[in-house]
């Protein structure tokens, strides 16, 4: 799917309403939204203004983001930081296809792979654990709605579309998988707020631990999803590594995160059994999400696709993982 590139009269507005210089922005990325860091020089005076469309976000559903982010930073957890506009909201609309919200920056330092170790893991788990504890107590202001439910985050419909005929095996499989998962009992306190993206790329390391950003993939969803996906991520550069080194390190980051998380928050059986289908459910939409983000796909990205659909067709989880004992 092609994105219309952003007008420059669009950043303009967009800047100007949080009160930011248009010539002081500097391009981070255009995945899931358009990222611009804004830095005047000063210590502490770094900001990144994100612009969501509304074909990938309704405003109202970023606006939901936006205000558990605040619930997160008054309860002391080391997240980002949303900043108000010059009009003292959190969200501005810019013209008919536009969401802008602007973040501060977080502390530390990005975690390089060289960095990525047992600490980290069990830092993770302990955001993750405290998230999920805190997050139970949370209510929307008034007249807001909730975040959306994690099937309804990226419509099965647009998932599906993604693929074409060749690709009807991965269609399929996602449906049984969603469609499994959607059937499984999840008690309901397994299930609630999550960050659904916790990765190396999202968190920044400081003396004193990780702090994390990046809530776009937020939503209601079981609690192990967070940690599915944060395994998912852990092993995205060891994707063609031999099975047995992959499973080594895959038990390892689970048995360190896990260490973590139940220090701040129980972890059971039920979320333990939930995660090789939420493993599939993670790969399969990424798959489909680079489909519609690569309409010319370089070499890199057609070797993964290759993978995938080598896996699916061998009948092979995403990682061969025991979880007895975990």
């Given at each position: 799917?092609?994105?219309r590139?952003?007008?420059?009269?669009t950043l303009q507005?967009a800047a100007e309403?949080?009160?930011?210089?248009p010539?002081?922005l500097?391009?981070v990325r255009d995945?899931a939204?358009?990222?611009y860091?804004?830095d005047?020089?000063?210590?502490?005076?770094t900001?990144?203004l994100?612009l969501?469309r509304?074909d990938?976000?309704a405003?109202?559903?970023v606006?939901?983001e936006i205000s558990?982010?605040r619930f997160?930073?008054?309860?002391?957890?080391p997240?980002?930081r949303?900043?108000?506009?010059?009009?003292g909201?959190?969200?501005v609309s810019?013209g008919?296809?536009?969401?802008?919200?602007?973040f501060?920056r977080?502390?530390?330092?990005?975690c390089?792979?060289e960095?990525f170790?047992?600490?980290?893991?069990?830092?993770?788990?302990?955001?993750?654990?405290?998230l999920?504890?805190?997050?139970a107590?949370?209510?929307p202001?008034?007249?807001e709605?909730?975040?959306?439910?994690?099937?309804?985050?990226?419509?099965p419909?647009?998932?599906?579309?993604?693929?074409?005929?060749e690709?009807?095996?991965?269609a399929r499989?996602?449906?049984?998988v969603?469609r499994g998962l959607r059937?499984?009992r999840?008690?309901?306190e397994?299930?609630?707020l999550?960050?659904?993206?916790v990765?190396?790329?999202?968190?920044f390391?400081?003396?004193?631990?990780i702090?994390?950003?990046?809530?776009?993939?937020c939503c209601?969803?079981p609690l192990a999803m967070?940690v599915?996906?944060?395994?998912?991520y852990?092993?995205?550069?060891?994707r063609y590594e031999?099975?047995?080194?992959?499973?080594?390190?895959?038990r390892r980051?689970?048995?360190?995160?896990?260490?973590?998380?139940?220090?701040?928050h129980?972890?059971?059986?039920?979320?333990?059994?939930l995660?090789p289908d939420?493993?599939?459910f993670?790969?399969?939409?990424?798959?489909a999400?680079?489909?519609?983000?690569?309409?010319?796909?370089?070499a890199e990205?057609r070797r993964?696709?290759v993978?995938v659909?080598?896996r699916l067709a061998?009948?092979?989880p995403?990682v061969a993982?025991d979880l007895r004992g975990?």
């Amino acid at each position: 799917m092609s994105r219309r590139p952003l007008e420059a009269s669009t950043l303009q507005r967009a800047a100007e309403a949080f009160g930011l210089d248009p010539a002081a922005l500097e391009f981070v990325r255009d995945v899931a939204n358009v990222v611009y860091r804004h830095d005047t020089g000063q210590d502490g005076d770094t900001c990144f203004l994100r612009l969501t469309r509304r074909d990938d976000r309704a405003a109202h559903d970023v606006q939901a983001e936006i205000s558990w982010l605040r619930f997160l930073v008054d309860a002391g957890l080391p997240v980002c930081r949303p900043l108000p506009s010059r009009d003292g909201a959190h969200t501005v609309s810019v013209g008919d296809e536009i969401t802008a919200a602007c973040f501060a920056r977080v502390r530390g330092e990005p975690c390089t792979l060289e960095g990525f170790g047992d600490a980290v893991f069990r830092q993770m788990g302990g955001f993750m654990g405290t998230l999920h504890r805190v997050s139970a107590d949370y209510s929307p202001p008034a007249g807001e709605a909730l975040r959306l439910h994690w099937h309804e985050l990226d419509p099965p419909e647009r998932v599906l579309a993604s693929w074409g005929d060749e690709d009807a095996p991965l269609a399929r499989r996602f449906s049984e998988v969603v469609r499994g998962l959607r059937g499984r009992r999840v008690p309901p306190e397994g299930y609630g707020l999550i960050h659904g993206d916790v990765h190396r790329g999202n968190i920044f390391l400081h003396e004193t631990g990780i702090d994390v950003y990046d809530f776009d993939d937020c939503c209601r969803g079981p609690l192990a999803m967070d940690v599915a996906h944060a395994l998912y991520y852990s092993l995205w550069d060891r994707r063609y590594e031999p099975e047995a080194e992959r499973t080594a390190f895959a038990r390892r980051f689970l048995e360190r995160l896990l260490e973590g998380y139940r220090e701040e928050h129980p972890f059971g059986d039920d979320g333990l059994a939930l995660l090789p289908d939420l493993l599939e459910f993670r790969e399969l939409a990424v798959d489909a999400f680079t489909h519609r983000r690569h309409a010319s796909p370089d070499a890199e990205v057609r070797r993964r696709w290759v993978h995938v659909r080598d896996r699916l067709a061998r009948g092979a989880p995403y990682v061969a993982l025991d979880l007895r004992g975990l």
